[in-house]
C-alpha cells in the first residue's frame, strides 16, 4: 500500500495555506496582545507554516515537470503560480525567523514587540502572496486541466455512473 498522494503537490499546499493564514491572525494579535503564549503560538505557527511551504514549493516545482499540453496562456498562468508560490515561501520564512525573534526577545519588551510588528507585517505580506498563488493555481487548474489526468478505463477502475434520465 502507498500512503503518498500522488500528484503529491495538492495534497501539500493545503497545510501551509492554513497555517500560514491562522498564524498571521494570530501574529498580528501577538502585536497588541503579548499574553497566553501568544508569542509562542504566533512562532510555532509560522514556523510549520513555512516548513509547508518549502515543501510545497519542492513539490510544485517537481509537479511543473509533469503537467505537458499546456497552451501558451496555460504556462504563463503556471509561471505566475510558481512565482507567487516562491513569493509566499519566502514571506513565511521572513515572517516564522521574525516571530521566533520576538520569543527569544521576551526579556526586552521594545525589542520583542518590534520583531512581533515585523512578524506580522511578514506574515500579511505572506498571506497575500498565497491567495495570489492560490488564485493561479485553481486558474491552472479550472480553466487550463494542469494536472487533471483522464484516465478512464484503467483495470481495476469502477466504470462511471448513468446519469441518463428515465423521462
Given at each position: 500500500?502507498?500512503f503518498?498522494?500522488?500528484?503529491?503537490?495538492p495534497?501539500?499546499?493545503?497545510?501551509?495555506?492554513?497555517?500560514?493564514?491562522?498564524?498571521?491572525?494570530?501574529?498580528?494579535?501577538?502585536?497588541?496582545?503579548?499574553?497566553?503564549?501568544?508569542?509562542?503560538?504566533?512562532?510555532?505557527?509560522?514556523?510549520?507554516?513555512?516548513?509547508?511551504?518549502?515543501?510545497?514549493?519542492?513539490?510544485?516545482?517537481e509537479?511543473a515537470?509533469?503537467v505537458?499540453?499546456?497552451?501558451?496562456?496555460?504556462?504563463?498562468?503556471?509561471?505566475?503560480?510558481?512565482?507567487?508560490?516562491?513569493?509566499?515561501?519566502?514571506?513565511?520564512?521572513?515572517?516564522?525567523?521574525?516571530?521566533?525573534?520576538?520569543?527569544a526577545?521576551?526579556?526586552?519588551?521594545?525589542?520583542?514587540r518590534?520583531?512581533?510588528?515585523?512578524?506580522?507585517?511578514?506574515?500579511?505580506?505572506?498571506?497575500?502572496?498565497?491567495?495570489?498563488?492560490?488564485?493561479?493555481?485553481?486558474?491552472?487548474?479550472?480553466?487550463?486541466?494542469?494536472?487533471?489526468?483522464?484516465?478512464?478505463?484503467?483495470?481495476?477502475?469502477?466504470?462511471?455512473?448513468?446519469?441518463?434520465?428515465n423521462?
Amino acid at each position: 500500500m502507498n500512503f503518498i498522494p500522488n500528484p503529491l503537490h495538492p495534497a501539500l499546499v493545503h497545510f501551509p495555506i492554513a497555517l500560514i493564514l491562522l498564524g498571521t491572525v494570530v501574529a498580528i494579535a501577538t502585536v497588541f496582545i503579548r499574553h497566553w503564549h501568544l508569542p509562542w503560538l504566533t512562532a510555532g505557527l509560522l514556523g510549520l507554516g513555512a516548513m509547508g511551504a518549502v515543501a510545497a514549493t519542492w513539490s510544485g516545482e517537481e509537479a511543473a515537470d509533469a503537467v505537458m499540453g499546456l497552451s501558451p496562456q496555460g504556462k504563463q498562468v503556471l509561471e505566475e503560480h510558481e512565482e507567487w508560490g516562491e513569493r509566499a515561501r519566502n514571506m513565511a520564512l521572513i515572517a516564522a525567523a521574525a516571530a521566533v525573534t520576538s520569543v527569544a526577545l521576551g526579556k526586552f519588551p521594545m525589542g520583542s514587540r518590534s520583531a512581533a510588528g515585523l512578524a506580522a507585517l511578514a506574515a500579511i505580506g505572506a498571506s497575500f502572496c498565497v491567495a495570489e498563488a492560490g488564485h493561479y493555481g485553481g486558474k491552472l487548474v479550472y480553466q487550463h486541466g494542469a494536472g487533471m489526468q483522464l484516465d478512464a478505463g484503467k483495470p481495476g477502475d469502477a466504470p462511471l455512473p448513468d446519469h441518463k434520465s428515465n423521462d
